[in-house]
Antibody
Framework: QVRLMQSGSELKEPGASVRVSCKAS????????IHWVRQAPGQGLEWVGWINTNTGNPTYAQAFTGRFVFSLDTSVTTAYLQISSLKAEDTAIYSC???????????WGQGTMVTVSS | DIVMTQSPLSLPVTPGEPAAISCRSS???????????LHWYLQKPGQSPQLLIYLGSHRASGVPDRFSGSGSGTDFTLRISRVETEDVGVYYCIQALQTPWTFGQGTKVEIK
């Protein structure tokens, strides 16, 4: 069964860091990119970027350069999103997704809520 | 960046009636392959987005045939032939021609 399973909700203080995981199963992990999408409360979808799961090369949207880092552990078929120096405006649901069957993101994780609050 | 503009942003619908959502891009999404890098999603309340239409007009697996996508270049339309109550949610288009991929603002579909 094809699946992307994400880690649980996080509550962090401003200035802290958080790492969100996205574990893939049921398909060949290194053959398909992992994309990350953000959704702030009550807002629309925003593309964060993607990582090439074969080479590890990341691409970030301009708004997400610097504090956002994608990484991989192919031995456990898991992708990670790390956000450092957290700000209140980073509060959002972060979702991973992959274009497995089509050119579009057709398999999604369940999303991880990251709340930044003191 | 390619700007995606959806309209309307809110769409009250009557079950059994048709509905249409427009998505326009600031530059052509037509690839040399002849396909348009434009996809449509529905995000139901409390759920992750689900793919409805890919490459402008191809229905994703399991998507009811009342959903259809059309258009090319910069103008695209998602149509629902007969709206059902389960179709409520927010619909998004996204361009995947070039990074950064960009979403439309979303169109909230609700039952009248």
């Amino acid at each position: 069964q094809v699946r992307l399973m994400q880690s649980g909700s996080e509550l962090k203080e401003p200035g802290a860091s958080v790492r969100v995981s996205c574990k893939a199963s049921g398909y060949s992990f290194t053959n398909y990119a992992i994309h990350w999408v953000r959704q702030a409360p009550g807002q629309g979808l925003e593309w964060v970027g993607w990582i090439n799961t074969n080479t590890g090369n990341p691409t970030y949207a301009q708004a997400f350069t610097g504090r956002f880092v994608f990484s991989l552990d192919t031995s456990v078929t898991t992708a990670y999103l790390q956000i450092s120096s957290l700000k209140a405006e980073d509060t959002a649901i972060y979702s991973c997704a992959t274009p497995l069957w089509t050119d579009a993101l057709d398999i999604w994780g369940q999303g991880t809520m990251v709340t930044v609050s003191s | 960046d390619i700007v995606m503009t959806q309209s309307p942003l809110s769409l009250p619908v009557t079950p059994g009636e048709p509905a249409a959502i427009s998505c326009r891009s600031s530059q052509s999404l037509l690839r040399s392959t002849g396909y348009n890098s434009l996809h449509w999603y529905l995000q139901k309340p409390g759920q992750s987005p689900q793919l409805l239409i890919y490459l402008g007009s191809h229905r994703a697996s399991g998507v009811p045939d009342r959903f259809s996508g059309s258009g090319s270049g910069t103008d695209f339309t998602l149509r629902i032939s007969r709206v059902e109550t389960e179709d409520v949610g927010v619909y998004y288009c996204i361009q995947a021609l070039q990074t950064p991929w960009t979403f439309g603002q979303g169109t909230k579909v609700e039952i009248k």
